[in-house]
């Protein structure tokens, strides 16, 4: 599918533009069907866009937000993607959005992602804002390189919903929404930040196995228009 890309100054000045394009986004959905959905990801670039949207006036008790993808830890670890959410984006005026967790203190990770797929199945299909991120390494969400179940996750035949993943960069067990479950939102975003994450962007475009770079997977295949958001 075709990607736009969005470039900026600065983290500041992406991290408004993006709160402006996301919050427009679930306001209309609200709008047409009375609740709008979002599914975000973790990591270290996406604090000043969380801050932002959670100050953007928005019906947010009609906003349901849950998480591209999460460790197995609970949300008191400070690896926690529902931590970071909590601290960063459920706050001010978004402090009255619903928040779906995809950890869940199961037994066993598997157990815990047939909760989550569960928990996640009525808002999901298709999210109306997707905010994907990107390590060096080439991965979003938790589509690793040599992850366990890697090819399952991007096989477009496997059906939406959450799944576990294992991988050598991952640390711990990971909890990830599958393409099938991403690659269609309303508005679909790649979040990254830095000459670094440019250059593997570059990388990326290039011609190239999909289970080396995953990310890939989301620029040639999904079914919606991937909005690139970049800044120095
Ligand atoms: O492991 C993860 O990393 C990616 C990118 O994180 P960043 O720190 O380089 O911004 C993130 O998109 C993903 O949700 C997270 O679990």
């Known amino acids: 599918m075709s990607a736009t890309m969005h470039i900026f100054e600065n983290g500041a000045a992406l991290a408004e533009a993006l709160a402006d394009a996301v919050g427009a986004r ?10 709008a959905s979002l599914a975000v990801s973790g990591g270290s670039t996406p604090k000043a866009f969380f801050q932002s949207l959670s100050r953007r006036e928005l019906d947010w008790a009609k906003v349901t937000v849950t998480l591209v993808d999460e460790r197995f ?20 005026k978004a402090a009255a959005a619903g928040f779906v967790p995809l950890y869940h203190a199961a037994e066993t990770a ?10 996640t199945a009525d808002f999901s299909a298709p999210f109306d804002v997707v905010v994907l991120g990107m390590g060096t390494d080439g991965h979003t ?5 040599g992850g366990t179940r890697l090819e399952e996750a991007l096989d477009p035949a496997t059906p939406p919903g959450v799944i576990t993943m294992e991988a050598e960069g991952a640390g711990e067990t990971r909890l990830t929404f599958t393409f099938s479950s991403l690659q269609d939102a309303g508005y679909l975003v790649l979040h990254i930040e830095g000459n670094g994450k440019r250059e593997v962007l570059a990388r990326a475009e290039a011609p190239g196995n999909e ?3 995953p990310i890939r997977a989301m620029l040639r295949r999904a079914a919606s228009p991937l909005q690139i958001y970049w800044a120095p």
């Open 26 to 35: 679930l306001a209309a959905a609200i709008a047409a069907r009375g609740m």
């Open 73 to 92: 830890v609970p949300p008191e670890s400070e690896r926690s993607n529902h931590g970071l959410v909590a601290a960063n984006l459920l706050q001010n």
């Open 211 to 213: 289970l080396e770079m």
């Open 141 to 145: 969400a938790s589509f690793f390189p």
């Open 110 to 119: 598997e157990a815990a992602a047939v909760i989550a797929s569960e928990a």
